[in-house]
């Protein structure tokens, strides 16, 4: 099972077996042992403050990993917060980009009066 946006919805409220969570998990075997890694992970920082991994450190940038054997690793992402990091500084160097000739120019939005609200 991949990671896609929304898949946390059914894993934390255990639909698995709904339309939604079919789609998202596309009938994962080990789907209910990562739904129940969730459920166990948002009751216990609900109750306690602690979803049951280590606080977050910007040094070690340890981060959960869910999974059938789930786990805690230090910076499982470096290479790609490096590429983006460097991506965003190359950017921020450059001149904004400059508008298409003949292209208009948004009008500038009216003032309205409370009173033309109405």
Do not use: I, N
């Not at 698995?16 to 166990?40: I, N, V």
Request: hydrophobic share 35%; glycine share 10%; aromatic share 8%.
């Amino acid at each position: 099972m991949g990671a896609c946006h929304g898949l946390d919805v059914p894993l934390t409220f255990a639909t698995l077996d709904c339309p939604l969570g079919r789609m998202l998990t596309g009938g994962a075997p080990k789907g209910e042992g990562l739904s129940r890694q969730f459920r166990t992970a948002w009751t216990g920082f609900a109750a306690t403050g602690d979803p049951g991994w280590p606080a977050y450190d910007s040094l070690t940038v340890t981060t959960h990993l869910f999974d059938v054997e789930p786990s805690d690793v230090s910076d499982p992402e470096a290479a790609s917060r490096a590429l983006w990091g460097s991506a965003a500084s190359r950017s921020s160097t450059r001149a904004p980009p400059r508008r298409s000739v003949g292209w208009p120019a948004r009008p500038a939005p009216r003032e309205r009066s409370w009173a033309s609200r109405r």
